[in-house]
């Protein structure tokens, strides 16, 4: 880290005259917060290519503040140091891939995702103030594709791929699973893009109301109730378990402020929402033949598929414990041939660790936990220490997201999209930046 501090201060006195007379270097904090809204703008209707391609600019303008603004530095977190080991694993499981032309495209998303999650910190660290604006951007998206899926529902939209098994269900019990815009059309990926993206919401209800800004918190909390529903809508049982999840995690984060001095109110809330979900699950036929399809096991189509998938990674794991095969989906592709049961091809092992463990390896997979367990670690720290409300609630909304997007990933594969892994990464630096950084604007 020394040799890049200094070679970074090398730069900037190099460039000090430049960077005092450009126009574009004195404002170019305000081109990488315009390049970051375009990534999560782009996220709702663009491919994954053009989403990319877009984060890379973002990265760019980083790279080009870093060598060129006086007094800028790079530092480590502890739990960096495990996200810094993790990579330099999945660089050595590239290098050792039996099929490294299709691996080297996986590593390019994941040092995209990554170097973007970098730029994300930098940027924050000396913008502080902004971590409202980047999640009311986050918001403002989720918001959107909850406007469109629930006008999908209504519209009963057909189905683009056997997205449920109705083989044992009646007419009444079979839902529209509504997708939104995101590419490619998959309901799945829509209810991991909430569970990634409603806690910003909720959070921004509660920022609000700190700060006596009613109006906004009622607004953001109407959207947070409507993204919350349209989730159930999409019909991703995943998803389901994340919001779950979300909600535990919020109400245990308000017994801080709420149990002693409003305890009757606090227990009146949860008391609702779980009484409204229960009535729900139990009045709502298609919602409760989906939710009870969770335990169906063997019997659901959907559930002996990933029991399928889950068996053929595991004996892939085994076979490729040390390195694991490669990163990226079509590696994956190519290596599962070898191992599927006929009829049950796959693009991923439907579970985030056990992908993990079989693209990288055994050490990817614990520098990868050790990265969660101590950033988790950090923030609950944070949480029940910290006397600042407003910090709180935004480091709350970042390490239930995370978690809840963790959650999620361990059923379903949409973990690794680029809608939910710049959002993922997002919520990782606005933790950090809370944790770890003394400014108090906020």
Not at 208 to 217: E, V
Not at 255 to 268: E, P, R
Not at 397 to 423: E, M, N, W, Y
Request: hydrophobic content about 50%; some cysteine; charged content about 15%.
């Amino acid at each position: 880290m020394t040799m890049f501090s200094n070679l970074i201060r090398f730069t900037q006195e190099k460039t000090q005259y430049l960077y005092e007379n450009s126009l574009f270097l004195q404002n170019i904090d305000k081109l990488i917060f315009a390049s970051v809204i375009a990534v999560f703008l782009s996220s709702t209707v663009m491919s994954s290519d053009v989403i990319g391609f877009i984060a890379l600019i973002t990265v760019f303008l980083t790279i080009v503040k870093i060598l060129t603004k006086p007094h800028e530095k790079l530092d480590c977190k502890n739990f960096e140091l495990w996200l810094l080991a993790y990579f330099m694993i999945v660089i050595i499981s590239l290098a050792g891939s039996t099929l490294f032309h299709l691996s080297l495209k996986g590593f390019f998303k994941t040092f995209t995702y990554l170097a973007f999650y970098f730029s994300m910190v930098q940027y924050l660290k000396s913008n502080r103030n902004k971590l409202p604006y980047v999640l009311a951007a986050i918001g403002i998206c989720v918001s959107f594709e909850a406007v469109a899926g629930f006008l999908q529902n209504f519209a009963h939209v057909d189905e683009i791929s056997t997205w449920q098994d109705i083989s044992k269900l009646n007419p009444e019990e079979v839902m529209t699973r509504v997708y939104g815009t995101l590419k490619p059309y998959n309901p799945n990926l829509l209810g991991g893009y909430f569970v990634a993206g409603i806690p910003s919401l909720y959070a921004l209800a509660a920022y609000y109301f700190a700060g006596k800004k009613l109006k906004f918190s009622l607004t953001a909390l109407a959207f947070a109730l409507l993204s919350t529903i349209t989730l159930f809508l999409t019909g991703c049982r995943g998803s389901y378990i994340g919001m779950m999840v979300i909600l535990i995690s919020m109400f245990a984060v308000s017994a801080k402020y709420l149990w002693n001095n409003y305890k009757q109110i606090y227990l009146t809330a949860v008391g609702s929402v779980i009484a409204f979900g229960t009535a729900a699950v139990l009045f709502v036929s298609s919602l409760r033949a989906r939710v009870l399809s969770i335990f169906a096991m063997r019997q659901d189509s959907s559930n002996s598929f990933r029991f399928n998938v889950y068996h053929s990674s595991v004996e892939m794991f085994k076979d490729n414990w040390l390195l694991g095969i490669g990163v990226g989906n079509q590696n994956f592709r190519e290596i599962y041939g070898l191992y599927m049961k006929t009829g049950f091809d796959a693009l991923s092992a439907y579970n985030i660790f056990l992908e993990i463990a079989v693209e990288s390896g055994i050490f990817a997979l614990i520098a990868f936990m050790g990265f969660l367990i101590t950033l988790i670690k950090n923030s609950i720290n944070f949480i029940l220490k910290s006397t600042d409300t407003k910090a709180v609630i935004i480091a709350s909304a970042a390490i239930i997201s995370i978690i809840a997007v963790c959650i999620h990933g361990l059923v379903d594969t949409v973990f690794f999209r680029p809608q939910i892994q710049f959002i993922f990464w997002t919520m990782v630096a606005v933790a950090r930046t809370v944790i770890f950084t003394t400014d108090n604007r906020l």
